[in-house]
Structures are given as structure tokens and as C-alpha cells.
Nanobody, 131 residues
Framework: QPRLVESGGGSVQAGESLRLACEMS????????LGWFRQAAGKRREGVAT???????????YYADSVKGRFTLSEDKNRNQIYLQMESLKPEDTAIYYC?????????????????????WGQGTLALVSS
């Protein structure tokens, strides 16, 4: 069973940056997609960015329209970590950010994003962006 732990959240002013990290342990298949999701208060959890190292996107990150040009997903396979560099943050980016892995374990929340189903989740880390 894969385990994912996020870090790097915090409180910043609009226009500033945050860098989130996700450390992975346990089994993560090399064909699985990895990604970042977020959930704002009162809203559904939504996909932010995903990468499939050996998948159909040929290791090219896919981003939600709302974050294109501002957020960058990267991977350090040797360290079993993925990152989300968030630039030019806006108040509407305020959310709990979750690291996720492709898979459909029984009883888990499943969300489709970028053509893959994500069902393994970290605990989340809060990013608060003030005007």
C-alpha cells in the first residue's frame, strides 16, 4: 500500500510562492500517474497537475487550466518525491493540497483527472493566500 506525505504548505501574500513536496513510500508502480489535487472550502476536490512517467503522456506534466503558467510539477524519482512549485499565487488558490497516486483501492475517494483514476491520497497540506 503506497503512503504519501505532503509538506510545504503555509500562509503567504498574493503574488508570492510556495513549494509543496510529497514523499512517497511503499509500492508505487512505475507506470502509475502521480499528481496534485486541491480542495477549497465548500468545493469539490479538483485536479491540479499530474505526471505519468511511463504512461500515455510520455512523462509530460498535465495541468488544469487555472494553474497553467504558474504551477510546475516535478519529480525526483531517486528520492521518491514529487513537488509542486506554485508561483504568482492568488487568493483563489487557497485550498488544502493533496498528493495523489493512480489506483482504485476499495473504499477510497476516486477522482478522474488527466485520463487516470486517483485513489491513493496524502493527508493534505494547507496553502492560505491572502490579498
Amino acid at each position: 500500500q503506497p503512503r504519501l506525505v505532503e509538506s510545504g504548505g503555509g500562509s503567504v501574500q498574493a503574488g508570492e510562492s510556495l513549494r509543496l513536496a510529497c514523499e512517497m513510500s511503499g509500492y508505487i508502480g512505475d507506470t502509475d500517474c502521480l499528481g496534485w489535487f486541491r480542495q477549497a472550502a465548500g468545493k469539490r476536490r479538483e485536479g491540479v497537475a499530474t505526471i505519468c512517467p511511463r504512461g500515455r503522456n510520455h512523462n509530460t506534466p498535465y495541468y488544469a487550466d487555472s494553474v497553467k503558467g504558474r504551477f510546475t510539477l516535478s519529480e525526483d524519482k531517486n528520492r521518491n518525491q514529487i513537488y509542486l512549485q506554485m508561483e504568482s499565487l492568488k487568493p483563489e488558490d487557497t485550498a488544502i493540497y493533496y498528493c495523489a497516486a493512480q489506483g482504485t483501492p476499495h473504499g477510497s475517494l476516486l477522482i478522474q483527472f488527466g485520463g487516470a483514476y486517483f485513489g491513493y491520497w496524502g493527508q493534505g497540506t494547507l496553502a492560505l493566500v491572502s490579498s
